[in-house]
């Protein structure tokens, strides 16, 4: 069994930035990650994905202003998030597809206010 554990979420101002971090109990280094996000009253989203060769993918909305990464020796996934908007409020998870499994973090408050 894997645990992801979150950390990096805060409240910040609109154009601000954070950096999210998701460290995992074991070897992800042959797995895709991803990060999603819930804002209150949508569903959950898909906001970004690294491959294990470091290939990446991102929701339209955050194009340009987040970067996924990750740090195979430290079984660590980052989110690098900039310019952020009220918009990008919520919580967010850190995911993985392991062994066969999903596996979730606990998630991470972001808030983006004035």
């Known amino acids: 069994q894997v645990q992801l554990v979150e950390s990096g979420g805060g409240l910040v101002q609109p154009g601000g930035s954070l950096r999210l971090s998701c460290a995992a109990s074991g070897s992800i280094s042959r797995n895709t990650m991803d990060w999603y996000r819930q804002a209150p009253g949508k569903q959950r989203e898909l906001v970004a994905a690294?491959?294990?060769?470091?290939?990446?993918i991102y929701a339209d909305s955050v194009k340009g202003r987040f970067t996924i990464s990750r740090d195979n020796a430290k079984n660590t996934v980052y989110l690098q998030m900039n310019s952020l908007n009220p918009e990008d409020t919520g919580v967010y998870y850190c995911?993985?597809?392991?062994?066969?499994?999903?596996?979730w973090g606990q998630g991470t408050q972001v808030t983006v206010s004035s």
């Open positions: 690294i491959t294990s060769g470091g290939s990446t």
């Open positions: 995911h993985g597809r392991i062994y066969g499994y999903d596996y």
